[in-house]
């Protein structure tokens, strides 16, 4: 892979490399996660994407020189015997420094989007059920970016399912009567701006009102409810630090069910990836057609198998499948003075270091072994 470069020129190509494949993924991933965001609820299709193409560029740009760009990949491949023990913890730094790079980039990128949470009011007050009673308070929290309709909307007891505080404005023309000249403004305001209001001296209406909602309480803005402080500020954090390393959907057994998907995912990985290359080595004998295979087809391959392998796997962790790409930006998170912040989780950071790299050792055997049977004819 790297062959006819010396240690200088990989360093170089795994750095770029990495970064710009890091970019990409952790970039996608804070325009679908960060408030007010063109990109916001792009959703999990479109995070894996960006991490597909990433590897797809990444491999365009510098593959012809290293293609790494993953401390596991490259512990397989020294294993395996592709490259030279010193080769790799060139690379090694290089990816380490390139996904720490990478995490401040994009840190930067999406400053005004990491805006810390402000309490406009807190109350003691009408607490209901779905409050945090434990907190003594309840909270109506402003983030200037994001919309703040849910204040006048409750979604009822603990248990019960949330509901939405959009109503069509078909709706709200049918079922809301205009008895007089103030309703009437308010069902105006209700079809333009499309959120529910209740008048806090007015019950009245509330029956109509949960109409639209059915389940649901809607309360004066004097007792509206919502999330507890506690609740909101932990929210907040969690989506901070999801912008830059993964977290465990499970908390019950994490070391074991976590430690599997990502040890799993990057077998598949790393032997999918070996896999292309000796396909390629194996069964092309044309120059031109091996130079246009590893330069075009080879890289878009291993990009659609890192696509695939994150949309089909990676519910439970993310997922990782790269130490340089959740221990770097961690270590960013970490150190940058990101406002509003919570704690980095390094009780979890083990997780997608060492098992990322037992996943592809195992796959790196399993690739050559496959392709000394592929040599043999068998």
């Known amino acids: 892979m790297a062959g006819s470069y010396n240690d200088g020129q990989v360093w170089v190509a795994?750095?770029?490399?990495?970064?710009?494949?890091?970019?990409?993924?952790?970039?996608?991933?804070?325009?679908?996660?960060?408030?007010?965001t063109k990109g916001h609820g792009i959703g999990f299709l479109g995070i894996a994407f960006c991490f597909g193409w990433g590897v797809f560029l990444s491999l365009q740009f510098v593959g012809h020189i290293s293609g790494f760009y993953n401390p596991a990949v490259?512990?397989?491949?020294?294993?395996?015997?592709?490259?030279?023990?010193?080769?790799?913890?060139?690379?090694?730094?290089?990816?380490?420094?390139?996904?720490?790079?990478?995490?401040?980039?994009m840190w930067f990128?999406?400053?005004?989007?990491?805006?810390p949470l402000e309490v406009v009011q807190q109350t003691d007050d009408n607490l209901?059920?779905?409050?945090?009673?434990?907190?003594?308070?309840?909270?109506?929290?402003?983030?200037?970016?994001?919309?703040?309709?849910?204040?006048?909307?409750?979604?009822?007891?603990?248990g019960e399912q949330m509901t939405m505080n959009k109503v069509q404005p078909s709706d709200a023309e049918h079922q809301l009567p205009a008895h007089t000249f103030v309703q009437t403004l308010r069902n105006k305001l209700i079809l333009?701006?499309?959120?529910?209001?209740?008048?806090?001296?007015?019950?009245?209406?509330?029956?109509?009102?949960n109409k639209l909602h059915p389940g649901a309480r809607v309360k004066a803005k004097s007792q509206a409810c919502g999330p507890s402080v506690r609740q909101?500020?932990?929210?907040?954090?969690?989506?901070?630090?999801?912008?830059?390393?993964?977290?465990?959907?499970?908390?019950?057994?994490?070391?074991?069910y976590c430690f599997w998907a990502e040890c799993f995912l990057t077998f598949l990985l790393t032997y999918g990836a070996f896999s292309i290359s000796n396909q390629g080595s194996l069964a092309i004998s044309d120059g031109a057609e091996t130079s246009l295979y590893k330069t075009g087809l080879q890289p878009l391959l291993i990009g659609f198998l890192v696509f695939g392998l994150i949309l089909c796997g990676g519910g439970t962790t993310g997922p990782a499948l790269n130490p340089a790409r959740d221990?770097?930006?961690?270590?960013?998170?970490?150190?940058?003075?990101?406002?509003?912040?919570?704690?980095?989780?390094?009780?979890?950071?083990?997780?997608?270091?060492?098992?990322?790299?037992?996943?592809a050792v195992l796959g790196g055997l399993f690739?050559?072994?496959?392709?000394?049977?592929?040599?043999?004819?068998?």
Request: aromatic residues 8%; charged residues 15%; neutral net charge.
């Open 14 to 36: 795994e750095l770029v490399g990495t970064t710009v494949l890091c970019v990409l993924g952790l970039g996608g991933i804070a325009n679908a996660v960060l408030p007010g």
């Open 74 to 105: 490259a512990l397989a491949g020294a294993v395996v015997g592709d490259i030279g023990w010193k080769r790799m913890l060139v690379c090694i730094s290089a990816e380490m420094l390139g996904g720490f790079l990478a995490a401040i980039l």
């Open 109 to 115: 990128t999406y400053i005004p989007h990491f805006q």
């Open 128 to 158: 209901c059920n779905c409050c945090d009673l434990e907190t003594g308070g309840v909270a109506i929290i402003k983030q200037e970016l994001s919309a703040p309709a849910h204040r006048y909307v409750s979604a009822g007891t603990r």
């Open 192 to 209: 333009m701006t499309g959120v529910c209001i209740q008048n806090s001296n007015d019950d009245a209406n509330e029956g109509s009102v």
């Open 232 to 256: 909101r500020i932990e929210e907040d954090q969690e989506v901070k630090l999801t912008v830059f390393c993964t977290r465990p959907s499970v908390r019950k057994h994490y070391w074991l």
């Open 327 to 359: 221990l770097a930006p961690r270590i960013a998170h970490w150190i940058l003075p990101i406002p509003g912040k919570g704690p980095s989780e390094w009780w979890y950071s083990w997780v997608p270091v060492f098992a990322p790299c037992v996943g």
């Open 367 to 378: 690739a050559k072994s496959m392709k000394h049977m592929l040599v043999a004819g068998l």
